[in-house]
């Protein structure tokens, strides 16, 4: 009897995002896991220890460390995280020429191997990287997400929760536009057991919440001093992993490169999506007030700067 393989997910870059996306994607069970990265021995280490620590936890899918895109073939889905992190004092702005290369270089030598798979862009600057994504792969717009609103709207909900006193669970929160210092946090729209925080807490509460969120990724790297968040950016990309493979529709804020929505036509900028098995299966519209409005368009306006500074 032929057997069919296994849905195969593609991590890129065995960092701290990498190889902590690697572990919770394995924990879902949901696809094997191919991990790749350009320093050789660090993904054949990381998907062995990974590979031992299953047994404890109960996963059984099968988990590859490699530096040779030939073991990515075939994946549904290829998540790039490779690059270098956001030092102190370094502003995701200040990452794009070289990440440029980076992202550019893995994302055609993935994409060669794996023509149908849908990429997720994880890298920084994120909007600017999924405009390098989308060009080296010459994959439509369906295929080639960023995440960056998943994460915002997990830090936007952790600080209301901590707020409130109440479960994250029954926090709910929206952020769009960029990723970066003009992200829009959209409190309208953001509720707790269904309440909008408008409802519960201060204009000046919410206010502070929406600045710490908007610096939540400087938050964390002043904190660490080395490095950046991966904790959270892996949890969110998958939640985004799962609501493709598992076709859930989710409607989740993601980068989506835009094509008239909101108003906006060859930009990616982060706006609520349906995520399910063909990647962005549909942009969802939603009514913005004048001053949401100008904060979106302003933060459209950044990313469009960043894209004209990307090398050719
Ligand atoms: N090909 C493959 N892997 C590469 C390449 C390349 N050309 N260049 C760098 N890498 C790998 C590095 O060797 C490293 O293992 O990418 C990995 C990045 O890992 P970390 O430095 O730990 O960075 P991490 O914290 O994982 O962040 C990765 O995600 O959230 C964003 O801003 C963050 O852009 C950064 C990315």
Do not use: W
């Not at 069970?29 to 031992?52: N, R, T």
């Not at 600080?159 to 994250?168: C, N, Q, T």
């Not at 204009?203 to 991966?230: D, M, W």
Request: negative net charge; charged residues 20%.
């Amino acid at each position: 009897m032929s057997r069919v393989p296994r849905r195969k997910v593609t991590v890129i870059g065995a960092g701290n995002v990498g190889a902590t996306t690697a572990q919770l994607i394995a924990q879902t069970g949901l696809a094997d896991v191919v991990l790749v990265d350009i320093v050789e021995g660090l993904p054949q280490g990381k998907a062995l220890d990974l590979a031992e620590a299953a047994p404890v936890i109960g996963y059984d899918v099968k988990i590859t460390g490699t530096n040779d895109y030939a073991d990515t073939a075939g994946s549904k889905i290829i998540v790039v995280t490779s690059g270098i992190a956001r030092k102190p004092g370094m502003s995701r702005d200040d990452l794009i020429s070289v990440n440029a290369g980076v992202v550019g270089s893995v994302v055609r030598a993935a994409a060669a191997v794996s023509p149908d798979a849908i990429l997720i862009v994880v890298t920084n600057p994120l909007d600017a990287m999924c405009h390098v994504a989308l060009r080296a792969s010459g994959f439509p717009r369906e295929r080639v997400i960023g995440m960056a609103g998943v994460l915002d709207s997990a830090r936007f909900r952790s600080f209301i929760a901590e707020e409130l006193e109440v479960s994250v669970r029954d926090v709910r929160a929206f952020v769009l536009g960029g990723h970066g210092d003009t992200m829009v946090p959209l409190p309208r729209y953001s509720t707790v057991g269904g309440v909008p925080i408008t409802e519960l807490m201060t204009p000046e509460r919410i206010e502070e919440i929406v600045t710490r969120t908007r610096n939540g990724g400087a938050e964390v790297v002043a904190l660490l001093k080395s490095g950046s968040a991966f904790y959270a950016p892996a949890a969110s990309v998958v939640e985004m992993v799962e609501s493709i493979l598992l076709d859930r529709r989710r409607v989740l804020p993601c980068a989506a490169y835009l094509d008239g929505e909101y108003g906006i036509s060859g930009l990616f900028v982060g706006v609520p999506v349906v995520l399910g098995q063909g990647g962005l299966e549909r942009v969802v519209e939603i009514d913005l007030t004048d001053d949401e409005r100008a904060a979106f368009d302003r933060s459209a306006e950044a990313v469009r700067e960043l894209v004209t500074i990307l090398p050719a």
